[in-house]
């Protein structure tokens, strides 16, 4: 299953089968600051909502992860 690694949101328990299988990945380091040619590994990206993927980018610099985990009430 698929589910944000920040807020634990699951697409598909809110959604049914139109959420099944979906996510957004979140490049913890900017695609901008990587060198030329760098090949992205798994370990590069988190799984996210859409809600906290908006919310990572909301300032420069990003929020990390943990950061924004902080934020959640």
């Given amino acids: 299953r698929l589910y944000c690694q920040i807020c634990g949101f699951d697409f ?10 979906y996510i957004e990945g979140h490049h913890n380091k900017p695609i901008s600051e990587l060198p030329e040619g ?6 590069d990206i988190i799984l996210v909502c859409s809600n906290c993927h ?15 985990k902080g934020l959640l009430k």
């Avoid at 598909?12 to 299988?21: A, K, P, V």
């Avoid at 908006?54 to 924004?68: A, C, I, V």
């Fill in 54 to 68: 908006k919310m990572l980018h909301r300032r420069r610099p990003w929020l990390k992860s943990e950061e924004l």
């Fill in 12 to 21: 598909y328990n809110t959604y049914g089968q139109i959420g099944f299988d």
């Fill in 38 to 43: 760098y090949r992205t590994k798994v370990e």
